[in-house]
């Protein structure tokens, strides 16, 4: 009889920050190209949701990345590359404050470079003091850098105002302009790592540009495993239903792009991505309605409750998924 060898670990700290496009990719074990699950035989289909790379649900079967079976298997993330940059719906109103508060031409924080010192400091004496920096440091931080000028360009400012749940606009004298996701990310990228840092990022870890998505993560198969219903038809989870309505819309807007197809078109398949990886986060989110079944039921997506996802409906069958 072998005896395992149990190994033990002391954690030291955790945590949390946002990955990288670099990083998503690293982590990935399959790009994730068509929407569909399934070919004829019921086999998963290589570069689909189900790829064999992403794990496996099968109990005699093994997995394509670890060869372990489905008791073993960790499951195994794959990745979308996005046509355009989307933003994250959970990060809005970061993003609103940041693009406040740093220059829209240099990036910069607000704030004169006298005052960056005083900053600096004062965060150094509190770490130093409390062991850690309160957040209501870093707000009332964020709340001062809010100038007309900067002090470091001379470039003027313009008002940010942010409409629910991912536009922006920029207050001109000729009016609103619409920021568009390459815009807010562009900007968010001019800031450098030491003004990040007093609001309260640590850049190595969490970018603000990174918040703007150019890669989707997919996750493992066993996150959003299928079903066989009493009828022999396959039901899918509510995320694999989302993640294929992302793919088929990446696609066209993808394919359009590529035609040079007109400005509005472009825009309209943008939104219509941008609202797809939107619910597939949030389908609560206010300010756009939520995706739905073709039976009316609303999905259950990433930020609803796991055990309320319902993934025994049979309104988006396997046949359905590969239409």
């Known amino acids: ?27 990935s074990v399959a790009e ?8 004829e035989d019921g086999a998963p289909i290589t570069s689909g949701l189900m790829d064999g790379r992403l794990g496996t649900l099968e109990p005699r079967q093994r997995c394509k990345t670890c060869g372990n079976t489905a008791i073993r298997c960790p499951g195994h993330f794959g990745h979308i590359e996005l ?15 940041l693009l406040q508060s740093a220059c829209r031409n240099c990036g910069r924080i607000l704030l004169p470079e006298n005052r ?8 150094k004496q509190t770490q130093n003091l409390l062991g ?21 360009c001379g470039a003027q400012q313009s008002k940010i105002e942010f409409a629910k749940p991912t536009t922006f606009y920029e207050i001109l004298d000729e009016g609103a302009q619409r920021l568009t996701q390459s815009m807010i990310r562009e900007r968010l990228e001019r800031i450098p790592d030491e003004d990040l840092e007093l609001f309260g990022f640590n850049p190595g870890t969490a970018r603000p540009e990174w918040m703007i998505l ?10 959003r495993p299928s079903i066989t219903l009493e009828s022999g038809i396959r039901s899918e989870d509510d995320l694999t239903h989302k993640l294929v309505d992302i793919i088929r819309i990446n696609q066209r807007l993808r394919e359009n792009m590529e035609a040079g197809a007109p400005t509005l078109i472009i825009q309209d398949l943008s939104e219509l991505l941008q609202y797809h990886v939107t ?9 756009i309605p939520p995706a739905r079944h073709r039976s009316g039921r609303a999905l259950k997506t990433i ?14 069958s396997h046949e359905a998924f590969n239409a």
């Not at 046509?83 to 404050?97: C, N």
């Not at 150019?214 to 996150?223: G, I, R």
């Open 1 to 27: 009889m072998q005896i395992e060898d149990t190994v033990h670990k002391i954690i030291d700290e955790l945590y949390f920050g946002v990955f990288s496009p670099q990083n998503i990719r690293r982590q």
């Open 32 to 39: 994730i190209q068509t929407a569909d699950t399934y070919d």
């Open 83 to 97: 046509a355009v940059p989307i933003i994250h719906i959970e990060f809005t109103k970061i993003i609103h404050k």
């Open 116 to 123: 960056v010192k005083k900053i600096n400091s004062m965060i």
């Open 132 to 152: 850690e920096v309160p957040n209501d440091l870093y707000k009332k931080i964020v709340k001062e850098a809010k100038k007309k000028d900067c002090p470091y």
């Open 214 to 223: 150019q890669v989707l993560p997919v996750p493992p198969v066993y996150v």
């Open 279 to 287: 619910t597939y986060f949030n389908n609560e989110a206010s300010g």
């Open 303 to 316: 930020s609803q409750p796991r055990y309320q996802r319902g993934r025994r409906s049979s309104s988006h």
